[in-house]
C-alpha cells in the first residue's frame, strides 16, 4: 500500500432532482477512492465555513482520509448543480468553484514537510495551483496532474515540466491527434507517463516506449451514475502503478542493473502499465454503481 494526497479543489456536486448534495472535487475523489482501495490517504485545499464544506468534512472524515492541515477560510464552497433533461446529466457551476478559485492554496514550508511523507500527490486545473506546482516538485514526490477537458496545448508546455504524470480527456479528438499530445507531454516536456481518456474509445497512455490503450469495461452494461469515472480510472490506474514501482525498487534494492537488464525492466514497465489499466478500469465501472462520485450524500435542504 502507499500514501496518496490531493492538493487542491473540492466541491459539492448538488443532484437538484434528489435533493441531495454529495461531496466532490477532483481532489477529494482521489483521496477518497485511494482510501477505498485500501491505501492511506489526505486532501489538503481550502475549505470553507459553510454548510456544504460541513458535508466534505463529515464524508472525510467518515473514510478516514486526513484532512488535518487543511485551513479553512470565510467564503462559499464551490457548488456544481446537476439536473436530469430529458435523461440527459446537465452540470452548472452555482458560484465559479467558490474558495477554491477565489482564494486557491497557498502551499507553506510545513506543508511541504507535510507532502514529503507521501508516495504521489494529485493536484487538477480545477485547484488553480500551477504557479506553485514547482515547489510540490521540489519535495521529490511525484506529481500527478489532471488538465480535464477544457486543456489547451499551451496548459500543457506550462504545466509539464513540473509534473510526472499527465492526464488529460481527448474523447472528442482522432486518435493520432491525441498521439500527438501525448508524445510532446513525455518526449518533449519531461513526464514520465502521459494519459487520455477517450470516452467509450477507453484510455490511451504513452511511456516514452509505446502506447498502450484498453478499452473500458462492460460498455454496453446499464450504470447508475458517471460522476467521478474518470477520477476513479485515474485512481485505480495510478495507485496500482506507483505501488508497483514500490515493490519494483525494493526488490532490487536501489540497484536494478544488479538484479535486472534493461529488457526486463522494460518488460516490468509495460507489464505494470497494462494491469494498472486494467485495474483502473474495474474502479471506474464500480464506481458507474454509487450516486455521485463517491457516495456520502445530504440533503439540500
Excluded at 488529460?168 to 499530445?181: N, V
Excluded at 485512481?235 to 538484479?259: H, L, S
Aim: overall charge negative; charged content about 25%; hydrophobic content about 35%.
Amino acid at each position: 500500500m502507499i500514501k496518496v494526497i490531493g492538493v487542491g479543489d473540492n466541491v459539492v456536486d448538488c443532484y437538484i432532482h434528489q435533493n441531495t448534495m454529495y461531496p466532490g472535487g477532483n481532489c477529494v475523489n482521489i483521496a477518497a477512492f485511494s482510501r477505498q482501495l485500501g491505501h492511506q490517504s489526505a486532501y489538503l485545499g481550502v475549505l470553507a465555513d459553510d454548510r456544504q464544506a460541513d458535508v466534505l468534512r463529515r464524508a472525510l472524515t467518515d473514510m478516514g482520509v486526513d484532512f488535518s492541515m487543511c485551513p479553512t477560510m470565510h467564503g462559499e464552497t464551490g457548488r456544481c448543480s446537476t439536473n436530469l433533461v430529458e435523461g440527459d446529466r446537465v452540470i452548472g457551476d452555482d458560484n465559479d468553484l467558490g474558495l477554491c478559485k477565489s482564494n486557491p492554496l497557498q502551499i507553506t514550508d510545513e506543508m511541504l514537510e507535510y507532502i514529503k511523507g507521501f508516495d504521489v500527490v494529485h493536484s487538477s486545473c480545477y485547484s488553480f495551483i500551477e504557479d506553485q506546482l514547482c515547489k510540490i516538485k521540489s519535495t521529490g514526490v511525484p506529481i500527478v496532474y489532471d488538465f480535464s477537458d477544457g486543456w489547451e496545448e499551451k496548459d500543457f508546455e506550462r504545466v509539464c515540466p513540473n509534473i510526472d504524470v499527465a492526464f488529460f480527456s481527448g474523447k472528442k479528438l482522432p486518435d493520432e491527434e491525441i498521439k500527438g499530445y501525448l508524445k510532446k507531454c513525455v518526449d518533449e516536456l519531461g513526464c514520465r507517463l502521459a494519459m487520455c481518456t477517450i470516452g467509450k474509445r477507453g484510455a490511451f497512455i504513452y511511456n516514452g516506449h509505446k502506447f498502450f490503450i484498453k478499452p473500458p469495461y462492460n460498455l454496453e452494461g446499464k450504470v447508475t451514475d458517471t460522476m467521478g469515472a474518470g477520477d476513479s480510472f485515474l485512481t485505480g490506474f495510478m495507485t496500482t502503478y506507483f505501488d508497483g514501482q514500490r515493490i519494483f525498487e525494493a526488490m532490487v534494492k536501489g540497484e536494478p542493473q544488479k538484479y535486472t537488464t534493461e529488457a526486463d525492466r522494460l518488460d516490468y514497465e509495460e507489464s505494470l502499465i497494462e494491469y494498472s489499466m486494467s485495474m483502473g478500469n474495474l474502479i471506474a465501472i464500480r464506481n458507474c454503481f454509487v450516486s455521485g462520485a463517491f457516495g456520502h450524500g445530504e440533503k439540500i435542504n
